[in-house]
């Protein structure tokens, strides 16, 4: 079971009953308004998420592995794998916040507070993006909510496999230096707007619009991707729908996920093949066409090196169950596997 969460009621009622791994990388958010906490889980009902977020906070969620969704008030967002989402919490006007069920749940956050954000950035705050600015800048219970969510680059990814398994081993108070480094570095590349370059140029602006730009691109392919497994665009298809090159595109697609088109059409497959067979509506033969695989045998294969066991047997909801929580064993260095 997940160890108990010291400084938080109800952070400890969120994740009690929860079968995976909990540990606080880094900080206190009682004591010093910042916290670094990963997890990795599998739930086999929706979790009640927001019951984990702490009041008046900014939070950060590196998704490295499952869905999820935020709503705050009538805007609502979904968190999926290789996302980033920011979001802001308080006791008058909470978040609503899920993450779903029969998956594997694989994340780091970073809760920070009000009065963390303000010692750190508050006198910069007219560069924050305007979400953070406008709930940093409201006084008690006032502050507006919001949530947002965004691909997560490659270097974004490697910071967060870096935080769960930091370089520095031995030493606290080094690797303690080196996690507010780290927290620092990601609230410089999250939370702040893009502006114009020194003496008012446009630059800048033209960089920020060409990753909008790739983000948006990349976020068309996924969709198409997802919404027909069985029968999937080409690639040529695909970017004269993202409107660029095939080249392009694949390099675009592979900086922002750290995986090929191909790869990440496969992962998509394969999630989606072992929640046809937990459902237990459908055959393998039937769900390997469902996925878009016309050889059994190349379903297989491709099943068992990503779960772990054959498709007839992840059917069994024992089996599936104990495959998963060996899999969420963390190594002795604690290393996500």
Known sequence: MLP?????????????????????????????????????????????????????????????????????????????VRTIALYAHTRASRLAATRAANERHHFVTVEMSRGFLARHVGAVGEYLQPDVNAFLSATGDDAPIFATVQPMPVAVQNLAHALIEPPIQSLLPVQALWYQAKVLELAALLLFAPGPAAGGSTAELFCERQKRLGRERVERVRALLERDLENPPTLE????????????????????????????????????????????RHNVTETAVAVGYSSLSHFSKAFWETHGCCPGLYSNAKLANSMTRLKLSPSPRGKAR
Not at 49 to 69: K, M, P, T, Y
Not at 239 to 254: D, K, T
């Open 4 to 80: 108990a969460v010291s400084n938080s009621v109800g952070e400890n009622g969120a994740w009690q009953k929860i079968d995976g791994t909990w540990r606080q990388l880094y900080g206190n958010f009682g004591q010093h308004g910042i916290s670094v906490e990963y997890h990795a889980f599998r739930t086999e009902r929706e979790l009640d998420w927001a019951r984990s977020f702490h009041h008046d906070s900014v939070e950060i969620c590196l998704n490295l592995q499952g869905s999820g969704r935020l709503q705050a008030g009538a805007r609502a967002v979904t968190l999926g």
């Open 237 to 280: 298809q695909l970017a004269r729908e993202a409107g660029c090159g095939v080249f392009h595109l694949s390099r675009s697609f592979s900086q922002q996920l750290g995986l090929t088109i191909p790869q990440y059409l496969r992962q998509v497959r394969m999630a989606r093949a072992a929640q046809l067979l937990r459902e237990g």
